[in-house]
């Protein structure tokens, strides 16, 4: 055995471990810029909408800088991906916090890296600012610096079972997939559609996402042949749940949430998507805003919800500026009291950042409405939510059959 | 910055513990486990449903991590007794599957997926961020030290010829009398009780934690750690966990400096990024950054060569 200078070299390595942690410079780049930190799921789960909330955010620094700027400073953004997955995001958002010393991580997508990444954004004082539909959110935000561009789960939950019963249908049957998005829906459903003196069927569960195929799943939830079913999901499964579906032949109404029935599940099912039934939380009808965000991302305007995630990216940068100028300061305390004054109803109603920007230079209260909703927040800093519609898919478009307002 | 890198430093901690973990099951035994992810889950919540909800101090909480490692490393590993190499890889696979959907369907204990948050951490009183930060990876760093003494004994020991010898041809070892079976059980319940603790001290570490975290990938940032580092040599996947995780984050910095690849090409190249680096260690170098030494006979002792 030759190796004899283990426990020395153990030394060395510790030592100079500590070294290079303790008297590394301080890598700060200058106090100049004002730094926001964006953290979206470009890959992983999130993947089919991680990029749209990236070029929302980025489109709209860009309009900002090359106008100036806000307080006089240049905005500079620094994106990361979370990958999805809260043991990534932690690291990513260390990054931010510590060396971009970032006032604010903004576009988080999943609960468990909202959630995940809370804590530490609490101790260094920093905004969130995410579309994660988690009721854990509100509860564990205990400094006021969390802000939600996406309704809570039981708002979708009640919604769409508004929406299902002022629609005629009686009987259903529910499955969801088993994550903190989804699986929150099913009681506010439950509740509303039994409420509404119509029957569940079947005792409502939860699959794993993930499988290669839903069989069993699909078999369970359409044993006693309910009227319609209730399945809220993500993309990627809900493909694979409705081929199952279709396949066994089901023929009632499918109720599901938006973000389940885009552009790839239609590529994917073509015409047997037919009839599907789909709801999300909207901008008011005509919304300028939608419009503006579209002509910003150079989209055309198909008639279908487009980006739902994109138009959030959108608002929650384009407040989160506004809240910095109106508060005269980039202070994430202070500028988290400013959300509120921007966004809530009681100024002149602005979607395009720069036109709010001048506003609050000349002096005038602001009511910023967004492209993904009217964004209002409640006291905890979750949005309100007030319009949500409901889709029926004809011949490969989203049809519009009700919208209502709360 | 200096927050950040101590962060890292953590962070490298936990890969390392888990690094010789495997290093003590694979790199010297030659048992598969594609598990990590598994016992890595089960040490988190271990100790954190223990100190949340029963009221367990920090320290009881590792040690009931490390304990339940113990426990299901070897039962794992006796129920997989006639199971070896590929087959072991698919039972602990498995395990680790239904580690993570017990953690996401068993609402009742663990919350499912909207997760568990930690507030007990040691000592959480007496520092403020940054010195808290320091604090824990001392903790850290005494584990991995720890760890690693243990695992270098066992290794230089007569045991870790016997644990060799179990990975070269394990019929041989038998025939010169010695139980593999029992051999592989200790080993591999030794390896999941470091396992599990990393996964404890992680949990208290981020405070908050749900199925999402453990994830197959960690197991393979792991296997990366180990293969670069040098199988068998407990110094070198140290250095393995240490470059594994400054591709990981290092990459993270070329948006910052990058400004002709927008951010959603870049994370996409990020990943190529270390999956091409991979392949080029294990292409040129398939002994790793630091490969296994070979045991010589002691200097002063004649050797002579027998043809």
Known sequence: ?406 | MSAYLISIATFVGFYMILALALNLQWGLTGMVNFGIAGFFGMGAYTSGLLTVYVGFPFLAGVASAGLMGLVAGAFLSMLSVRLRGDYLAIVTLGFAEIVRLFLLNEDWLTRGPRGLSIDVRPMSESFDRNEYGIFYLGIVALTVLIVYFIVEKMRRAPYGRVMRAIREDDVVTETLGKNAFFYRVQVFSIGSMFMCIAGALYAHYVQSISPDHFVPMVAIFIWMSVIVGGAGNNNGLLIGAGVVMLILEGSRFLGDFVSFVDAESLSAIRIIFIGVLLILVIRFRPQGLLPEPKFQAPVGIKTTRVN
Not at chain 1, 292 to 299: I, M, N
Request: with cysteine.
């Open chain 1, 1 to 406: 055995m030759t190796i004899k200078h283990t426990r020395r070299t153990i030394l060395k390595a510790t030592a100079a471990t500590v070294f290079t942690t303790a008297f590394i410079p301080n890598l700060v780049w200058a106090n100049g810029p004002i730094n926001i930190g964006s953290l979206t799921p470009n890959t992983g789960g999130g993947g089919p909408f991680g990029p749209t909330i990236t070029a929302a955010h980025k489109s709209i620094v860009d309009r900002v800088n090359a106008a100036g700027g806000i307080l006089g400073r240049r905005v500079e953004l620094f994106q990361n991906n979370s990958e999805t997955n809260p043991e990534t995001a932690i690291r990513a958002a260390r990054k931010l916090v510590d060396v971009n010393k970032v006032k604010a991580i903004i576009g988080t997508f999943s609960s468990s890296v909202t959630l995940g990444i809370m804590p530490l954004c609490q101790e260094a004082n920093v905004i969130q600012m995410c579309t994660s539909s988690s009721a854990d959110i509100p509860a564990k935000d205990k400094k006021g610096l969390v802000f939600n561009f996406q309704a809570l789960s039981p708002r979708w939950g009640k919604a769409i079972a508004d929406l299902a019963l002022s629609n005629g249908y009686k009987n259903f049957a529910i499955m969801a997939l088993n994550n903190d998005f989804t699986s929150s829906m099913v009681n506010s459903f439950v509740e509303t559609v039994t409420a509404g003196g119509a029957e569940i069927v079947n005792k409502p569960f939860y699959y794993n996402g993930g499988q290669a195929s839903y069989r069993a799943e699909v078999a369970k939830l359409i044993e006693d042949d309910p009227k319609a079913v209730f399945i809220p999901s993500y993309v990627t499964d809900f493909t694979a749940v409705y081929k199952e579906l279709y396949r066994a032949g089901y023929e009632g109404k499918v109720f599901t949430v938006s973000i389940a029935t885009g552009s790839k599940f239609k590529k994917a099912i073509g015409d047997a998507a037919n009839g599907i039934l789909h709801g999300l939380p909207v901008p008011p009808l005509e919304s300028e805003a939608y419009k503006f965000y579209l002509k910003l991302q150079g989209l055309e305007d198909t008639g279908n919800m487009q980006h739902p995630f994109g138009t959030a990216g959108m608002d929650q940068i384009s407040t989160l500026l506004l809240a910095m100028e109106s508060a005269g300061t980039d202070d994430a305390n202070e500028a988290a009291k400013h959300i509120w004054k921007v966004s809530n109803p009681n100024g002149e109603r602005v979607w395009d950042v720069l036109e709010g920007i001048k506003l609050l230079r000349a002096g005038k209260a602001i009511n910023y409405t967004g492209a993904s909703s009217e964004i209002d927040f409640d006291d905890e800093g979750m949005i309100k939510a007030r319009h949500f519609q409901l889709w029926e898919i004809r011949d490969g478009q989203d049809v519009t059959i009700e919208r209502i307002q709360s």
